[in-house]
């Protein structure tokens, strides 16, 4: 259906831009598609239920909308779109396919792309609704305007996604039904820097709650909350009457100025062995809350202990370290390879309940990160103070606990909230590693702080064209026992590995792991203890009385809570 509708497109003089034909050789697949879409006036949206549970496709229809590329849904089969779908297409004119007569709906999707494009050539008709049906919304005499490509989308059979998209586009109008006060669907081109979706809904929007995702991803991941109350002074009741002078009400204080926290701002915030931690805004969710991450790694740590207490030993059972990696899994038990390598089991995991610990001693309620249960007796951490300690009162209220979905692994699987099967992980590109992370098995778990998950990641800074590249703290290089940092920080110019909380799920023990380049994740035991730490949060509010300029070098600081 896709190679139909493009070859109709182009038959009819419309250039289009379409996946994996248009990718240049060489080039990142994820760049590719960003940069179509952001040059892009016109998206196609091959509507089916496998682009509709797709979460590549929904990353893609965010970006549309981000960029106010104009969207088309193209129907061939009869669904309802999923709430999150709902929420970027709620109010745009869907063309339908549904009947035999699939040459005629295609001239008809062909009919409109050219009048969208007559729109764009000829602000004047603007002035006027505009309508798919022939001869309406349409100035004589005026031809699709040249160099333009159309926004074609659709999953495949297994995780394979196509994409076309416009080039140029200098301002663009929404495909939107005009509602009955209106005469105009035009949306004006904002000059203010670009936001996050969520924070763009129009007034009239219907409030669609986000589903949770491991993601991430679809994974935004927090499940809403009261919003904190603001408490402002009582002004004075009024006075009963009597004969003396009234009581004269002084003036209220004006208001302080707030400052809204926007994507890319970096805001200093809590401290972390001595040192503010700058947090960089990766996301701002539907609720207007700033997820917020780490700018720089700022300590090395197991992600779990080996949970028999002691590294590489159960009893008198040593670990084969001579052992091939793939005769592993079949020679040890997955409970023998927990105790042996640690737990993949974020719930449950150490690194989990120190980030989210205020306690000088933190409680583990498994076997904790001592010296003889990780990796060789290296930065263990058990008697470290959590890593709230040091944040101050005002710091904790102003974060916000959010319950995001969490993928499990084999042995969790049986406590599952959702999925049908498990993550099936495989190292690869930044691009191969999406297979079955829909459906996977998942426990929705509440955090103060938490690691990314794999789709966050992906979501929230490498489709927006970013590597997941990182550097580390002075303080997090001094204090590393494991010496990893400095056999490695040659390899990519100083930046370094990174975890996330996903887990490889077919086994027990193996832990998602952002690579040193920022374009690779695999994913290795938890009891590895020379691994980056990022932690992220949710802040409750984004507008705060800030001072600064919101930059690595002049990080905003927080003035008031």
């Not at 590294?311 to 038990?333: A, L, R």
């Not at 990182?470 to 303080?475: A, D, G, I, R, V």
Request: glycine content about 6%.
């Amino acid at each position: 259906m896709a190679d139909a509708v493009c070859s109709a497109l182009e038959n009819s003089g419309i250039r289009c831009w379409i996946a994996p034909r248009d990718v240049l050789p060489g080039k990142e697949w994820g760049e590719a598609i960003v940069d179509a879409i952001s040059g892009s006036k016109i998206m196609v949206l091959i509507f089916s239920s496998a682009s509709n549970r797709s979460q590549q496709v929904l990353r893609e229809v965010e970006r549309a909308v981000n960029k106010n590329v104009i969207i088309i849904p193209f129907r061939i089969e009869d669904v309802l779109p999923t709430k999150s779908m709902e929420y970027f297409l709620y109010s745009t004119h869907w063309l339908d396919a549904l009947t035999p007569e699939i040459k005629k709906h295609i001239a008809s999707l062909v009919d409109t792309v050219k009048k969208l494009m007559q729109h764009e050539a000829d602000p004047d008709t603007i002035s006027r609704p505009f309508t798919t049906q022939a001869g309406k919304g349409q100035r004589k005499g005026k031809k699709p305007a040249l160099y333009v490509a159309i926004g074609l989308m659709i999953l495949g059979l297994g995780t394979f996604s196509l994409i076309t998209a416009l080039s140029n586009p200098n301002q663009a109008t929404s495909l939107a039904q005009p509602s009955p006060s209106s005469s105009t669907v035009a949306m004006e081109p904002s000059s203010t820097p670009e936001a996050p979706s969520g924070s763009e809904m129009p007034p009239d929007a219907p409030l669609t709650q986000v589903e949770p995702t491991d993601q991430p991803l679809g994974e935004s991941s927090t499940t809403p909350t009261e919003t904190p109350k603001v408490v402002t002074e009582n002004t004075p009741s009024a006075e009963p009457e009597s004969s003396q002078a009234p009581v004269q009400t002084p003036e209220p204080e004006p208001e302080k100025a707030m400052t809204q926290l926007k994507v890319g701002q970096v805001i200093q915030f809590g401290n972390y062995n001595g040192k503010p931690i700058k947090w960089r805004v990766i996301h701002i969710n539907d609720a207007g809350e700033p997820l917020i991450l780490t700018s720089e790694i700022v300590t090395l740590k197991p992600f779990d202990a080996s949970e028999s207490g002691v590294y590489n030993q159960i009893g008198d059972t040593t670990f084969d370290n001579k052992m091939p990696k793939d005769q592993i899994y079949t020679s040890y038990t997955q409970e023998d390879m927990r105790a042996f390598k640690g737990s993949n089991d974020w719930a449950s995991s150490n690194i989990r309940e120190w980030l989210n610990s205020d306690e000088r001693l933190v409680k583990y309620t498994t076997q904790p990160p001592t010296e003889s249960a990780v990796w060789y007796g290296m930065n263990d951490y058990d008697k470290e103070k959590g890593f709230l300690y040091n944040f101050s009162s005002e710091e904790k209220a102003l974060i916000k606990p959010v319950t995001h979905r969490s993928i499990v692994s084999v042995l969790e699987k049986d406590q599952a909230a959702g999925g049908s099967a498990l993550y099936n992980f495989k190292q690869g590109s930044l691009d191969d590693i999406w297979y079955n992370i829909e459906g996977a098995y998942y426990r929705s778990i509440e955090d103060r702080v938490f690691l990314l998950s794999v789709d966050e990641a992906l979501q929230y800074i490498y489709d927006r064209g970013e590597l997941l590249k990182c550097y580390l703290t002075e303080e997090a290089i001094e204090r590393d026992e494991s010496y990893w940092y400095n056999d490695l920080k040659n390899r990519d110019g100083g930046s370094f590995l990174w975890w996330l909380r996903t887990p490889n799920a077919n086994t027990s023990c193996e832990v998602c792991i952002v690579s040193t380049s920022g374009d690779l994740i695999y994913s290795d035991y938890a009891v590895l203890c020379g691994i980056g730490v990022r932690p992220a949060c949710y802040l409750a509010a984004s507008a705060l009385d800030l001072v600064g300029s919101g930059t690595p070098e002049d990080p905003y600081i927080i003035q008031s809570y």
